[in-house]
């Protein structure tokens, strides 16, 4: 009786009226509260456990970054990479292609990239994978630079010696 009474202290458990048919009243004991505090309790582990898997991303993400451009970011560049998450709502992953879409093509800045995921954003790009190919279809579009005919000046010829 003390562990129950204890339970009901702690809202755990609680007891419930009841009625038969016949107009008997019972009571019996509802588990109800114990399982809502159970299920609050798993639900906030696995929010707290996104949360954590959410700002290792994030971590790695900055860590990527600084990596390929061989230096620290600056607040700036810290401060694009969380709009990039928090207000344009782009998947870690998405970040990261289209920073090895940046440097598969030499050009290793924020606007760039920033632009690279705005185009794929545009376009109803949402996973990876849609993202190679889209890319691959752009570079099939571009003409390569050794395709490209190489520019000359034309510059007329002026004999300044004979005249």
């Known amino acids: 009786m003390d562990m129950l009474r204890i339970f009901i202290q702690k809202g755990f458990l609680y007891i419930e009226e009841c009625e038969d048919q016949h107009g008997i009243k019972s009571e019996k004991y509802s588990l109800e509260p114990l399982w809502s505090k159970l299920f609050d309790h798993l639900e906030m582990a696995e929010k707290k456990k996104r949360e954590e898997q959410h700002e290792g991303e994030q971590k790695s993400l900055y860590t990527i970054f600084e990596e390929e451009f061989a230096r620290p970011l600056s607040p ?55 993202a190679v190919s889209y890319s691959q279809k752009f570079r099939r579009k571009t003409p390569r630079q050794s395709e490209q005919k190489e520019y000359t000046r034309q510059v007329p010829f002026y004999n300044w010696l004979e005249h």
């Open 76 to 130: 700036l560049e810290c401060e694009t990479l969380n709009v990039w998450l928090d207000q344009d709502h782009h998947d870690v992953q998405m970040i990261k292609q289209a920073l090895k879409e940046a440097v598969m093509s030499g050009k290793l800045n924020f606007r760039y990239i920033d632009r690279i995921l705005f185009e794929w954003k545009k376009n109803g790009i949402k996973t990876v994978e849609q």
